[in-house]
């Protein structure tokens, strides 16, 4: 039975993010695929919806979710090929939200103005 630990949050976080980026994947192949209708076809009119704020909203949740999903895929690459990795995979999640932290700030930070300031 799960308690909530970090093991729970760890598999919760790890699952979201990766369906997260999968339907962000999806809907990048469908809408550079529309590039093939031309000039005056809809990807032009698609494009407009990129520059709305829920949609920048959502690109900065895309980017700290391949940060975590990144960092939190090599914490279960260690926990599944060595014998120590299970012991410790409390302190190891820590880490992966440290370390995202860490990343994920510097990246923000730049990237705020940019996506917010500019239409």
Do not use: C
Request: glycine share 10%.
């Amino acid at each position: 039975m799960y308690r909530g630990r970090e093991g729970q949050w760890a598999f919760v976080l790890h699952r979201l993010s990766g369906v997260a980026l999968a339907l962000y994947l999806l809907l990048h192949v469908l809408d550079i695929s529309l590039v093939m209708y031309g000039p005056e076809g809809p990807f032009n009119a698609f494009l407009a919806f990129y520059h709305q704020w829920p949609f920048r909203v959502g690109l900065l949740m895309v980017i700290v979710a391949v940060i975590y999903h990144a960092f939190n895929g090599l914490r279960i690459i260690i926990m599944d090929f060595t014998d120590w990795g299970v012991k410790v995979q409390g302190p190891l999640w820590y880490g992966v939200l440290a370390v995202t932290a860490v990343i994920g700030i510097p990246v923000l930070w730049k990237i705020l103005p940019e996506i917010f300031g500019g239409a």
